[in-house]
Nanobody
Framework: EVQLVESGGGLVQPGGSLRLSCAASGFTFSSYAMSWVRQAPGKGLEWVSGISSDGDMTRYADSVKGRFTLSRDNVKNTLSLQMNSLKLEDTAVYYC????????????????WGQGTQVTVSS
């Protein structure tokens, strides 16, 4: 059974930082590309970032480029999102999502995602 468990969310002031983690199990983590997506209050899902199965390729939404860094550890089966210079508009539930293949061919085609972790940016 595929399981994706997010952690690391919380309340942070604008300009602050948070590091989100996703613990993966139930599949061969190193074979699949992974991503983070988010959903702000009252809005739809927004793709945030993706990483290839080997970690060599990463892509970011324009809204987070230069502020967020996505990485993975294929030994520990974990995915991490370092979020710096957080803005009010980054407030959302963040979900770890799995792609059905190892490459980033289709950024919006996920087959599994976790329960999410809340990130609130507020002064």
């Amino acid at each position: 059974e595929v399981q994706l468990v997010e952690s690391g969310g919380g309340l942070v002031q604008p300009g602050g930082s948070l590091r989100l983690s996703c613990a993966a199990s139930g599949f061969t983590f190193s074979s699949y590309a992974m991503s983070w997506v988010r959903q702000a209050p009252g809005k739809g899902l927004e793709w945030v970032s993706g990483i290839s199965s080997d970690g060599d390729m990463t892509r970011y939404a324009d809204s987070v480029k230069g502020r967020f860094t996505l990485s993975r550890d294929n030994v520990k089966n974990t995915l991490s999102l370092q979020m710096n210079s957080l803005k009010l508009e980054d407030t959302a539930v963040y979900y770890c999502a799995k792609y059905p293949k190892g490459t980033l061919d289709n950024l919006y085609e996920y087959d599994y995602w976790g329960q999410g972790t809340q990130v609130t940016v507020s002064s």
